[in-house]
């Protein structure tokens, strides 16, 4: 009887659905990310352009909505997709008494940071529109909210750097142990659609570097005529949500 044909192992099922349901949450998370530092960019690159206080008021009171929707957002998102991850690693524990390998961790984590960093820093330029709207006592408000904030910013930033240290350190010494995971041949995952991994990495990259442009013309780095950052927000978004489809 060929491999494909005989029944899957016990809980082999059940790893693979807790796997999709963990890739699920990842793309999701994903899509967070992307549309939180692409809306932020977008927002404020066309709140800067705004010819009088009068039409920058509502810019930046878009700019500061997006912000406030944009850090629940990641923090459930990411919080979800990391309990669903550790579900699926501990059923893999169980079965095989190692799990796939996560030499790819580390680089993911430290994305995620940079992408909270980036949001973060956007976030903390909000007060500066109010006062060019000439909201000043609204603005000053924000501005005490953005240095608390910051503090509070800066020691999670120290966390997680000895907490990343610390996982570093454990996937090398899981690495010498053992030789990895033997893998699920009964995971659909790693039969269906083999295309679609190069066209989701194809898409994620092109999310990237699309958010990417739109931060270093928020920086100053490059001044692209506001059709173009309509473009690069509508391609960001387009590709983040056609890999998570």
Known sequence: MLLTEMAPLPGARDVA??????????????????????????????????????????????????????????????????????RVRRRELELYGVTRSGRARPLVRLGVAGGWALTLLLGWTVPRFFHESALHSFAAVLTRAVEAL????????????????????????????????????????SRARPHRPHLGA????????????????????????SWMVYALLTTALFCAVVTDE
């Open 150 to 189: 910051s503090v509070v910013s800066v020691a999670a930033g120290v966390s997680f750097a000895l907490w990343w240290a610390r996982d570093v350190v454990g996937l090398l010494w899981s690495a010498v142990r053992s030789g990895g995971s033997p893998g699920d041949p009964w995971d659909p995952g």
């Open 202 to 225: 194809a898409l994620r990259i092109g999310a990237a570097l699309a958010v990417a442009s739109l931060v270093a013309a928020r920086a100053h780095l490059w001044e692209p005529p």
């Open 17 to 86: 659905g807790l796997r999709a349901g963990a890739d699920t949450a990842r793309r999701r998370a994903f899509v967070a990310l992307v549309a939180s530092i692409a809306l932020l960019a977008t927002t404020q690159l066309i709140a800067e352009r705004a010819p009088t206080r009068e039409q920058t008021l509502p810019l930046a009171v878009l700019t500061l909505t997006v912000f406030a929707a944009a850090l629940p957002a990641l923090a459930v998102t990411q919080y979800v997709w990391g309990a669903r991850a550790r």
